[in-house]
């Protein structure tokens, strides 16, 4: 969980559902679904979980925040705080996700109780919540749930058959080879058209495949194709050939696909083009009997990128033998389904992503796991009814004042930079002017009536929701762009900005401490929540964002000179974080990075500059609270933000996978290239939180 950014496309974002506060509904207009009256306030004796802040008790004397102002600030509790056996990460954003989940565990108790309406959306969620903790029957079931598409696989015998089965398959929200989503046009942002781009990988990134030091995840993961074929009924002999057969098929994949860092340049994932001229570059894939297949208006224009993935893919589709795609599909659609089948499905399942991949140590309790069945397909619905629970209107309303303070810092910034010539600096205030901030939860909410859950299935119901929100997605073709649309759902402890829309957007959830609270001195919440909003603000011009202009088309409203003089800039922040080493021998990737550590730098820079206009508006705020000064506390609330442990495994799937650097390397990062860092805490040339002047990083 870390702030993100929504290019416009399907970008995959960490999204973890979290606590937002406690209130009354914001907007009475906006009732939780199907509530027929008021509901009683929420019972606040039901979150447990404390919230983290900006403690002096936590602070270490011993660490200079010269030398680091993470270790200074976030070193003793770290240590006190070790990450828990059922989690991959523990800090700040966990915290906050475990009160989430105490609320969201009361809420979908109640959905489940019996008394919500026939068809409501309470009974909806209270389907899924029921069969999901049903694990007698799920148990009893075993593979049968499953059993009749693992038929139709088991039926496929030629190219022709299993190209048929893959359309099939699209409709029922099951992508297996390649990604098939709906988002804006790179060049026409209003309108809606489809995008497909490379797929079909189950190890995280394609330099798991090569790589020397991952080859014990790659015999792990042939362990783990073996052993779930095996546990579907396939024959031991034929599993171990089989596994062996589809790892083989998922390599070649891998080598004709682009790394993540490739993929962070726009160009790579647009390529537009007609389904008849597609149809030419892959003779046994039809797009257009895809389209037609699914009844999407995407045969006149689609954005087909990475066209050497789908060579090879449609040349695969040719050559590999019709057992090995009987293998690769039957694998896949177990795998998919393993968490909401029996138990040695779902244990195969955590013991290779989980626990050999990220180092999770247990797994975490059944309530836990369901409550992320049901934000993963309901969670819009599950969102309502925490708004309506527990989010304060007076959050929303400072949040508004924060923006509007920040968008003035940031246009202050603009309007003086001394590299950026007159003519992109106009784009960029026009950018700067149309931003769309928002804040909380969307204004308009999805209707749910077409999904049918039912009562005695968990995989069916995760099976129908798949299905029903793919269709929902694939239903915006063709038309204009919903801007009242969220990306996110509201108990998100997140924050995104959005390329295609020139939006900022701040869930529900991440306005508490450590990011906002209403009573806290002013540097806290510059420090937390104000650091975010220019951070996604930032993202309008970032190595990706920049290269999109106002009305969210992307566009070079550049010149030449002046791109020149930004690379140059974002160069030196590559090689910056090229420098952190994140476990022995392993650096972070300044690249894959790079956009975040831009919003890093610019947002807390920006913030910073606001903190100032505030206390000068009321003097009489800028004064010291324990002990330290208002620049300090705003410093020292960024790193209490970043406040993080994680495994080794999982901070090595980041580093390869994550385009956020580790949250120490963020906590350090930007305070190290401010001046105001340094006079905030008189720090001196050859400290290690003073940066010189020939490495500096001086961007916005």
């Known amino acids: 969980m870390s702030f993100s950014k929504v290019v416009p496309l399907s970008l995959s974002l960490a999204i973890a559902a979290s606590l937002a506060g406690c209130g009354a509904a914001p907007n009475p207009e906006a009732a939780a679904p199907d509530a027929a009256a008021a509901k009683p306030a929420f019972d606040q004796s039901q979150i447990k979980t404390q919230l983290i802040s900006l403690n002096a008790a936590d602070l270490d004397p011993s660490i200079s925040a010269c030398s680091d102002l993470n270790g200074f600030v976030n070193s003793k509790w770290l240590a006190a705080n070790p990450v828990p056996g059922d989690q991959v990460t523990w800090g700040s954003f966990e915290i906050l996700r475990e009160r989430s989940l105490e609320v969201q565990h009361a809420l979908v108790e109640q959905a489940a109780s019996g008394k919500a309406a026939a068809g409501s959306v309470e009974a909806k969620i209270g389907d899924i919540w029921k069969t999901g903790s049903d694990e007698a029957t799920i148990e009893a079931a075993g593979i049968t749930p499953l059993q009749p598409e693992l038929d139709k696989i088991a039926a496929l015998a030629d190219t022709a058959a299993i190209t048929n089965y893959l359309r099939d398959s699209y409709a029922q929200g099951n992508g297996f080879l390649f990604s098939l989503y709906a988002s804006p046009d790179f060049k026409d942002s209003g309108n809606v058209i489809a995008y497909v781009g490379q797929g079909g990988l189950g190890l995280p990134e394609k330099g798991y495949y090569f790589d020397a030091s991952q080859a014990g995840i790659r015999d792990a993961y042939v362990a783990y194709i073996e052993q779930l074929l095996a546990l579907s009924g396939v024959d031991a002999a034929q599993a171990k050939q089989q596994a062996k057969d ?98 040695a499905f779902e244990q195969a399942n955590f013991d290779f992503f989980n626990k050999t991949l990220r180092g999770q140590k247990e797994m975490q309790p059944r309530w836990k796991r369901v409550l992320e069945s049901v934000n993963g397909s309901m969670g819009e ?112 402890v997140n924050a995104y900005y959005n390329a295609g829309k020139n939006e900022i957007v701040f869930p529900a959830a991440i306005l508490q401490p450590p990011f906002f609270d209403a009573k806290a001195d002013p540097a806290l919440n510059y420090g937390g929540i104000g650091a975010v909003i220019g951070h996604e603000m930032m993202h309008g011009y970032d190595d990706s964002g920049s290269q999109f202009a106002a009305n969210g088309n992307f566009d070079n409203w550049w010149t030449d000179a002046d791109r020149s003089a930004f690379n140059s800039r974002t160069d030196q922040l590559v090689a910056q974080f090229d420098g952190y080493e994140a476990l022995p021998g392993v650096n972070v990737k300044g690249k894959l990075t790079l956009g975040e550590n831009i919003g890093d730098l610019g947002g807390l820079t920006v913030s910073y500059d606001a903190l100032q206009m505030a206390l000068k508006e009321k003097p009489e705020l800028n004064k010291p609270v324990d002990g330290h000064t208002q620049d300090q506390r705003f410093f020292m609330n960024w790193a209490t933000v970043w406040r993080r442990n994680f495994t080794d495994g999982e901070l090595r799937v980041r580093l390869n996978t994550d385009p956020h650097a580790p949250a120490n390397f963020r906590a350090n990062g930007a305070p190290s290239n401010m001046p105001s860092y340094a006079a905030a805490f008189q720090c001196k040339a050859g400290d290690a939180m003073v940066r010189g002047d020939d490495k500096r990083v001086v961007i916005w």
């Open 381 to 492: 619905a599950l969102g309502q009814l925490y708004v309506d629970a527990v989010f304060p209107a007076e959050s929303k309303q400072a949040m508004q004042h924060l923006v509007e303070n920040l968008s003035v810092a940031l246009k202050a910034r603009l309007e003086t930079l001394p590299w950026m010539g007159e003519e992109t600096k106009k784009k960029a205030l026009e950018k700067w002017a149309s931003f769309t901030p928002k804040i909380g939860y969307p204004d308009k909410w999805r209707d749910w009536s077409g999904l049918t859950t039912q009562s005695d299935s968990y995989l069916g119901n995760m099976q129908a929701a798949r299905a029903f929100n793919y269709r929902y997605m694939l239903g915006k073709i063709g038309k204009p762009v919903d801007k009242t649309e969220w990306g996110m759902t509201p108990q998100t």
């Open 246 to 343: 589809v790892m083989a098929l998922e390599t070649r994949l891998a080598k004709a696909s682009l790394s993540r860092i490739e993929l962070r340049d726009p160009a790579k994932r647009y390529n537009p083009l007609s389904a008849a001229d597609a149809d030419k570059q892959t003779p046994n894939f039809s797009w257009t009997a895809l389209f037609d297949s699914l009844q999407v208006p995407a045969k006149d224009k689609f954005s087909l990128a990475q066209p050497g993935f789908f060579a090879e893919l449609d040349k695969a589709l040719a050559d590999v033998p019709a057992a090995t795609w009987q293998a690769y599909l039957r694998f896949h659609t177990v795998d998919n389904a393993a968490p909401y089948l029996s138990s």
